[in-house]
């Protein structure tokens, strides 16, 4: 008989529930910042500035949410993960009223700030409670549930925040997430059982400090790398100064008896993976596509924004799309043939998107798009599964801790490493701006990137993972990554 794992509450008190509540208020953060970018210049306008200056409430949201996540699994263990959860739900629901009823953009990057604080603590957070109430042979399932709204969310924020945009004002983008706050923080207090507290260790002030000075550094030059001329060296000296403290901080954990955020999930090879390499390679590539799409379409093809975007539509369709049957694919054929195989595919993917152009038959074209976005699905979905498949019960926090972080750097230099690859392809071509020729090497570069992550799933071997305490039968039987 397969031994069910992980804790008595987890068999006892599993509800699709609490995986739908993570996914409604995940959801609710993706759309908030995949709304924002279609109103910049109606709050420029509001606010009397420029648009590249509300530049900064983007940035400070950013910069905000990384210098406090390493502090989430400290905080779950002070006041309990599902008050920490239903908290910062709660802040960030007041703190998007906040951003809605801001005069001006002083107040406005204090909301953005106020967001930002409350966002880092619900993506680990409610990963966290998901984990600790899902036995793991349920977690293909709940995982499926949990990443829709990441793919939802780019679908429809931009034809959502247009539309309020233009028949309401820009600030009831903010207002939406009023209802769903309200009542993602009621299902919360009806479905979520409250832990047994637990005694947290001595803050690790030192360790806490590094780590944000570290993550903030280090995101806000990636940010700027891609600018020219004296912001570049600027952005330069911030990714090493980053880097520097990143290391220093990595030391600090290492050593101290009881971090801020524990490195020891980073032993279990599935994690490790997922968090180092290859994970991150993947993960920065698909950070980068929604950056480059649109640019393909628009100055690579010389279309106007919305038709653009209705091209751009058919890529996140087909991620979302092809999420019911990502489970039984997985089942079918393992996580380490899906991650190898399906890695492949997408660097085939990216080098189709380097040889297409405006003369290209539409319907290829549409086959294209629906390829991409249907690999990038099923890689995110493989990687987000297999993150947690030898995680034990007490590494959880810690565990959910690095995955958020990771996610957060991913973006960032995903998109700052794609607008550096067009920025140094337009200085080899002497072109005065992006064009077809840039966006085509600039694929192909990132193809080669795309090749070089499925040799490590080639490299794993069954099973040593299978011995691993608290392992679901489910995921035993089809993690041959481990």
């Known amino acids: ?40 210049p109606q709050m420029a306008h509001s606010f009397g500035v420029t648009t590249i200056d509300l530049s900064m409430g983007i940035t400070a949201y950013m910069l905000a949410s990384a210098a406090l996540s390493p502090l989430s699994g400290w905080l779950s263990q002070k006041i309990g993960e ?13 703190a998007s009223v906040w951003c809605g009823i801001a005069p001006d953009l002083t107040m406005f990057v204090l909301a953005r700030i106020a967001q930002g604080l409350a966002g880092a603590m619900m993506m680990p957070v409610g990963m966290s409670v998901v984990l600790r109430h899902t036995p793991k042979s349920e977690w293909m399932r709940a995982q499926a549930v949990t990443v829709w709204p990441g793919l939802m969310a780019p679908i429809i924020g931009p034809v959502l925040g247009g539309f309020i945009t233009q028949t309401l004002d820009w600030r009831w983008n903010f207002w939406l997430n009023l209802p769903i706050g309200l009542a993602g923080a009621i299902a919360i207090l009806r479905f979520v059982p409250q832990e047994e507290k637990t005694e947290p260790p001595p803050m690790d002030f030192v360790g806490f400090s590094l780590c944000a000075i570290g993550l903030t550094t280090l995101l806000a030059g990636f940010q700027r790398s891609a600018e020219s001329g004296r912001t570049r060296e600027i952005a330069l000296g911030l990714i090493i ?19 801020i955020l524990s490195l020891a999930p980073l032993n279990r090879p599935s994690l490790r993976y997922v968090v180092l390499y290859p994970g991150v390679l993947f993960r920065t590539l698909f950070s980068a596509m929604p950056f480059l799409l649109p640019l393909l379409f628009q100055l690579g093809f010389g279309l106007r924004p919305a038709a653009a975007g209705g091209w751009v539509l058919v890529y996140f369709c087909s991620n979302l799309g092809l999420k019911p049957f990502t489970s039984t694919i997985i089942r079918r054929f393992g996580f380490r043939n899906i991650l190898l195989f399906n890695g492949l595919m997408v660097a085939l993917s990216l080098v189709a998107c380097g040889f297409v152009a405006p003369d290209t038959n539409r319907g290829l074209l549409v086959l294209m798009l629906v390829f991409a976005g249907a690999t990038r699905s099923m890689q995110l979905t493989s990687l987000s599964t297999v993150a947690f498949a030898d995680i034990s019960t007490d590494e959880r926090r810690a565990a959910s801790g690095l995955l958020s972080i990771l996610q957060q750097a991913a973006s960032a230099a995903g998109v700052a490493g794609a607008a550096f690859g067009l920025s140094l392809f337009q200085t080899i071509d002497h072109s005065h701006g992006v064009g077809l020729a840039e966006l085509h090497a600039t694929f192909f570069a990132a193809a080669i990137i795309a090749l070089v992550a499925p040799l490590a799933a080639s490299a794993c071997h069954a099973p040593s993972g299978r011995k691993s305490a608290g392992i679901g039968h489910d995921l035993i039987h089809y993690a041959g990554i481990l």
């Open 1 to 40: 008989m397969t031994r069910q794992t992980g804790t008595p509450a987890a068999r006892q008190n599993y509800s699709p529930m609490i995986a739908l509540i993570m996914a409604a208020t995940s959801f609710m953060q993706n759309l908030d910042g995949a709304i924002i970018n279609t109103s910049l």
């Open 82 to 94: 599902r008050t920490l959860l239903l908290v910062s739900v709660i802040a960030f629901t007041l």
């Open 241 to 259: 100064g980053g880097i520097a403290t990143g290391w220093a901080a990595i030391r600090h954990l290492r050593r101290h008896p009881t971090p």
